[in-house]
């Protein structure tokens, strides 16, 4: 049987000594601000939605309304945590968060309607994917669209912080990293998915479809005449209706635009917009083959 070890009053004075010290060390935006939203909630509020979205059952067996309103009031909380970082009192804050739950409620069937076309995409295109359920539960690209989606409707309405933090809960648990602020059309289908980067200013058309790797990035900063970052400018590239872009691509540049219909070969570079219907693929590589050192000792 162990005893409990209770710490000396010396070492409490150590401890209280160290967090005070790490409080004054803090960033100052982060001091000013007691209350943040917490991580684990707005990624729990994410991964439900998604249950609820496609109509997967509660484990604990709870009907859809009884499971939104526990989603609506966790999340709600945060949102009003995010919004208490600029109001000045947290009625105020209270307030703004009310009012954008209530649009995102109002948004969610949309919503609904815009994964359902993703969906359909997803099991039009791959040839791997045996059921709709499949997809819905396994595939890490639709999950990350239906965080994405709600991300994005919340980035919309103004919502501090939390669109961000969905996104990453998001690339967390998938290995794809979507912006929130990046506007995607209907039936987009990202295939395996893992290490896709879609930045802040990326305009996705309708029935794209990207593979694992691919990049949409910015090809330079632009800076201010006292060297600070200009923001809010474009800085990602367009996708027209019906590109795909295969694995390991990287396209960049805000005035780069990928004309309808084109297809970006694995590996290719591509810092310049390109016309519709267009093949673009990197110069060709000749490959050398010849037996193995191994194989040819093996046959001594």
Same mark, same amino acid.
């Given at each position: 049987m162990?005893?409990k070890?209770?710490?000396?009053?010396?070492?409490s004075?150590?401890?209280?000594?160290?967090?005070?010290?790490?409080?004054?060390?803090?960033?100052?935006?982060?001091?000013?601000?007691?209350?943040?939203?917490?991580h684990?909630?707005?990624?729990?509020t994410?991964?439900?939605?998604h249950?609820?979205?496609f109509?997967?059952?509660?484990?604990?067996?709870?009907?859809?309304?009884?499971t939104?309103?526990?989603?609506?009031?966790?999340?709600?909380?945060?949102?009003?945590?995010?919004?208490?970082?600029e109001?000045?009192?947290?009625?105020?804050?209270?307030?703004?968060a009310?009012?954008?739950l209530?649009?995102l409620?109002?948004?969610?069937?949309?919503?609904?309607?815009?994964?359902?076309?993703?969906?359909?995409?997803?099991f039009n295109?791959?040839?791997a994917?045996?059921?709709?359920a499949?997809?819905?539960?396994?595939?890490?690209? /639709?999950? #990350?669209?239906?965080?994405h &989606?709600?991300a994005?409707?919340l980035? @919309?309405? %103004? !919502?501090?912080?939390? *669109?961000?933090?969905?996104?990453e809960?998001?690339?967390?648990?998938?290995?794809?990293d979507?912006?929130?602020?990046?506007?995607?059309?209907?039936?987009f289908?990202?295939?395996?998915g893992?290490?896709?980067v879609?930045?802040?200013?990326?305009v996705?058309?309708?029935?794209?479809?990207?593979?694992q790797g691919?990049? /949409?990035? #910015?090809r330079?900063?632009? &800076?201010?005449?006292?060297?600070?970052? @200009?923001? %809010? !400018?474009?800085?990602? *590239?367009?996708?027209?209706?019906?590109v795909t872009?295969y694995?390991?691509?990287?396209?960049?540049?805000g005035?780069?635009?990928?004309?309808k219909?084109s297809?970006?070969?694995?590996g290719?570079?591509?810092?310049?917009?390109?016309?519709a219907h267009?093949?673009v693929?990197?110069?060709r590589?000749?490959?050398?083959?010849?037996p193995?050192?191994?194989?040819?000792?093996?046959?001594?």
């Amino acid at each position: 049987m162990t005893s409990k070890r209770h710490p000396t009053i010396a070492q409490s004075r150590s401890v209280k000594s160290i967090a005070r010290a790490l409080a004054r060390g803090a960033p100052r935006e982060m001091r000013q601000n007691r209350m943040f939203p917490d991580h684990d909630a707005v990624a729990w509020t994410a991964l439900n939605l998604h249950r609820v979205i496609f109509g997967i059952c509660d484990p604990l067996g709870e009907p859809t309304d009884v499971t939104l309103q526990s989603i609506f009031e966790i999340l709600g909380a945060e949102i009003a945590a995010a919004h208490s970082t600029e109001a000045k009192d947290a009625a105020t804050a209270k307030s703004h968060a009310d009012k954008k739950l209530r649009a995102l409620m109002k948004a969610l069937p949309k919503i609904q309607r815009a994964l359902i076309i993703d969906l359909e995409s997803a099991f039009n295109r791959d040839p791997a994917a045996r059921t709709r359920a499949e997809i819905v539960l396994c595939y890490p690209g /639709l999950r #990350a669209l239906c965080v994405h &989606r709600i991300a994005h409707e919340l980035d @919309r309405l %103004g !919502v501090p912080l939390i *669109p961000r933090m969905l996104a990453e809960s998001a690339h967390d648990s998938t290995g794809i990293d979507i912006h929130p602020s990046a506007k995607i059309g209907s039936g987009f289908f990202v295939d395996h998915g893992t290490s896709v980067v879609i930045g802040e200013t990326a305009v996705i058309g309708k029935n794209c479809t990207l593979y694992q790797g691919v990049t /949409l990035g #910015a090809r330079r900063f632009d &800076r201010h005449a006292d060297g600070s970052l @200009r923001r %809010g !400018v474009k800085r990602h *590239p367009t996708l027209c209706d019906n590109v795909t872009v295969y694995a390991n691509a990287t396209i960049l540049g805000g005035d780069t635009i990928i004309g309808k219909g084109s297809t970006i070969a694995a590996g290719a570079l591509v810092q310049e917009s390109v016309p519709a219907h267009s093949l673009v693929k990197p110069a060709r590589v000749e490959l050398t083959v010849a037996p193995s050192k191994k194989q040819s000792h093996s046959g001594k």
